[in-house]
């Protein structure tokens, strides 16, 4: 095949790696990005919270928690709450002289190093009277045999609540997760003490809330856009569960969390509204936050939409969260300053609602809710442009949507060979997007059955790549594509949806397949499209390409083979131009079996070989300026060369 490129652009692109967050999939935000080591922190979680239907505060557990000793005597208690947000606190109790104490496993696991972690806990002495309690916490293995780290401090507790704070630095880093952390006290079981909200971070990413590891490998793919909350989680199983920015901003005691849409622990928004927004400026992206617009998922599937008479305090909480991020002065930009940000964030694009295609939510969402949420965030805030979940259900006005693919690589090549004709009159974004199963079984449920995919495939990769490369020649109309779900606590009880960008335990991460392919186009973005004509239609040869200049005016060049053959192919540029290999650089990711994968217990199956300087193995320029290439098979290739 020979590839006729433009040597002169025909349109701009507007076309970028994006990223979705999604608060509490896979345990990815409370147990993931959120570097908090401590569950169920402030005694919060509920074995079933879905069967939390009114969201009601107080329904928490001593889940995760144990006591450190047999003659410990451990209890929940209701009263003396430490804040109205957080009702419930542990009392921890124990047999005169004997130890006592609480221990708390982590999100299945801790992984113990040798770095300064904050440790922050609220006590109270139980009795109410004052007593002196001292106390050891620390970091041990899970049978105590161990020790990594450790401290003492005496508690001068009264019935007031008291914070105390503290650095733990750990002697000794852990062999595997196997691990606690407890606080304990001998001598003074009988008195005891009330403890709540505890916390302990290990150092985070550049000053934010989120783990490092997590938080680099995102940064390092340079999404442009940053779509925030969610997902199903910003509409909540229930009513009374979706994302209420009121209860995600502020300080951690009057946080009160929520049932998660998809987790079984207890929603903590501790990665509440404005350290999402934070970590998104630190990655250097855009936010793109989505508003809630009156609709929840359950009772069974069959959704609850909030009737337009009632849509009012929905609409008014969403100018408010507005209000509140991007107001230079007046009530709103006030109390974002007490919360310790001064200038506004900045964004310009809202997504109002989540896939309201999905169920009944489309009855309602062009019915009216659209156009209602629309309507009042048009006028306060005329610069912004507003993102429609559908198009369906008679949605008038939309300039913008956000569509969703999840599908099989051959599904999702087929849909990459659609992107072309598409129309130039809504701008389209892809905010959630992922091959899912295998394509191998005849299995037609594409989320639940035999062919679901564990974790991204070669094979799954390039057809998101060839989606990618077909979004990208289309960069006029398609504005973003975020991979979906991206983190993934691999704990046994933890995950809820594969395959996934970026899957962890508490101290290993894995970049998937398809992580490298939005690591390639990420850090290989076009400013301008360079048309091709093809000696042969695209699709005879399975072969998926994107051709653009950056903005150093050079020529990047995508190509996707997703055949177990190697292909070679020729690019020659017109117009008069030619390509030049001084100055080139080349990347690619290339596999042997469709089927590879990247796991934790094999992190480096494919990954990407980088040609600092010139062009990949196979490929040659000729005399007559034509560039020659061997697609290896199953490869994904991105060659930048100068044009002159
Ligand atoms: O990414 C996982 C889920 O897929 C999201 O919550 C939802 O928007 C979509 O159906």
Redesign the pocket.
């Known amino acids: 095949v020979t590839y006729h490129v433009a040597g002169k652009p025909s349109r701009q692109s507007k076309f970028a790696i994006s990223a979705?967050i999604?608060t509490n999939?896979n345990s990815g935000t409370d147990g993931g990005l959120y570097a908090e080591i401590i569950r169920n922190r402030a005694f919060q979680d509920n074995k079933n919270s879905t069967l939390n239907v009114n969201n009601e505060l107080g329904q928490g557990t001593l889940l995760h928690w144990t006591g450190t000793s047999k003659s410990t005597n451990l209890s929940l208690s209701k009263a003396n709450s430490l804040s109205p947000a957080l009702p419930q606190s542990a009392i921890v109790h124990g047999d005169k002289g004997q130890t006592c104490g609480i221990a708390n496993a982590g999100y299945e696991g801790i992984s113990v190093t040798t770095e300064p972690h904050k440790l922050s806990f609220y006590a109270r002495s139980p009795t109410g009277r004052s007593s002196t309690v001292p106390v050891e916490f620390g970091l041990y293995s899970s049978d105590y045999a161990k020790t990594f780290g450790k401290q003492s401090m005496t508690l001068e507790l009264t019935g007031e609540w008291q914070q105390f704070q503290t650095t733990l630095t750990p002697s000794q880093a852990s062999t595997d997760n196997n691990n606690v952390f407890a606080i304990k006290t001998t001598g003074a079981c009988q008195d005891g003490f009330q403890v709540n909200l505890v916390s302990l971070m290990p150092p985070t990413w550049e000053g934010t809330v989120a783990r490092q590891d997590l938080a680099q490998a995102l940064a390092d793919i340079k999404p442009a856009f940053v779509r925030l909350p969610?997902?199903?989680?910003l509409e909540g199983n229930h009513l009374a569960a979706f994302f209420n920015w009121t209860n995600a901003v502020g300080d951690l005691k009057s946080r009160p969390g929520r049932n998660p849409?998809w987790t079984t622990s207890w929603n903590t928004e501790g990665l509440g509204l404005m350290e999402l927004m934070d970590l998104t400026e630190r990655w250097g992206s855009e936010a793109i936050l989505g508003v809630y617009a009156g609709y929840s998922l359950l009772p069974n599937l069959m959704g609850e939409a909030i009737p337009k008479s009632k849509l009012g305090p929905y609409i008014q909480s969403a100018l408010n969260e507005l209000h509140f991020l991007l107001d230079t002065s007046g009530r709103w930009a006030d109390l974002r300053r007490s919360y310790g940000r001064e200038q506004p964030y900045k964004f310009t694009n809202i997504e109002i609602g989540?896939?309201d295609w999905?169920g009944p939510a489309v009855n309602t969402y062009g019915a009216y809710r659209w156009g209602a949420f629309r309507d009042a965030i048009a006028k306060e805030f005329p610069q912004l442009n507003l993102i429609a979940s559908t198009l369906l259900g008679g949605v008038k006005g939309a300039k913008a949507v956000d569509d969703?693919i999840?599908a099989t690589p051959d599904k999702m090549i087929e849909f990459a060979e659609t992107l072309d004709a598409t129309p130039r009159n809504v701008t389209r974004w892809e905010l959630?997007f992922a091959v899912i199963n295998s394509g191998l079984t005849n299995d037609t449920d594409i989320y639940g059955g035999p062919g679901r995919l564990k974790h991204p495939t070669l094979v799954g990769a390039l057809a998101e790549a060839a989606f990618l490369a077909a979004a990208e020649r289309n960069g006029d109309v398609y504005y973003g594509a975020a991979y979906?779900?991206i983190f993934h606590n691999e704990g046994k009880n933890l995950t809820q949806?594969t395959p996934d960008l970026l899957s962890f335990n508490p101290g290993q991460m894995v970049k998937s397949t398809s992580y490298w392919i939005q690591y390639g186009w990420g850090n290989n973005r076009i400013a301008q499209i360079h048309d091709a004509k093809l000696s042969k239609p695209t699709n005879t040869s399975k072969i998926h390409h994107s051709f653009g200049s950056n903005a150093q005016g050079n020529l990047v060049a995508k190509l996707v083979n997703v055949n177990g053959s190697a292909k070679q192919i020729k690019v020659q540029v017109g117009d008069g131009k030619k390509v030049s290999t001084v100055g080139a650089k080349s990347w690619q990711v290339k596999g042997s079996d469709a089927q590879q994968a990247n796991t934790l217990n094999n992190p480096e199956s494919v990954t990407p070989q980088v040609y600092a300087s010139g062009l990949p193995e196979g490929a040659s320029l000729g005399a007559d300026g034509v560039l020659t290439m061997t697609l290896p098979a199953y490869s994904a290739t991105i060659v930048t060369v100068p044009l002159v």
């Open positions: 979705f999604e999939i969610g997902g199903n989680d849409t989540n896939e999905l969703h999840y959630e979906a779900p949806w």
